[in-house]
């Protein structure tokens, strides 16, 4: 009786549960920054919509922008350059969220349910 060989993982193997992760996270963070962005809208007195519209625009460009920017080069803590030139972008998670929130904020704004 031979034995099998052992299989190597799929390159998806774990992406469902990544994805649902990623869904909850961002779900979670946009359902907070809508509930801070509606309550301040609504204390001032101005159009809530345009107020969360605004909020995921901002937050997401940030996100975006912070989930893009380069790594390697200028060292921070040393505030001198260092011999490793930069490799691009960093390719973290957090500007999908930056992505998605900036989607909602264009999808908020066209609709204006509030």
Not at 12 to 36: D, K, N
Not at 40 to 63: K, Q
């Amino acid at each position: 009786m031979s034995e099998s060989e052992p299989t190597a993982p799929s390159r998806l193997t774990g992406l469902g549960e990544a994805l649902r992760r990623g869904l909850l996270i961002t779900a979670g963070v946009a359902v907070t920054l809508g509930l801070a962005a509606a309550s301040v809208a609504w204390a001032a007195d101005h159009e809530v919509s345009s107020a969360v519209a605004a909020t995921y625009y901002i937050v997401g460009c940030i996100l975006f922008l912070v989930g893009m920017f380069p790594s390697g080069g200028f060292s921070l803590t040393r505030g001198t350059m260092s011999t490793r030139r930069p490799i691009g972008s960093r390719q973290e998670p957090v500007f999908l969220l930056g992505l998605a929130l900036v989607g909602l904020g264009v999808l908020i704004d066209f609709v204006r349910p509030f």
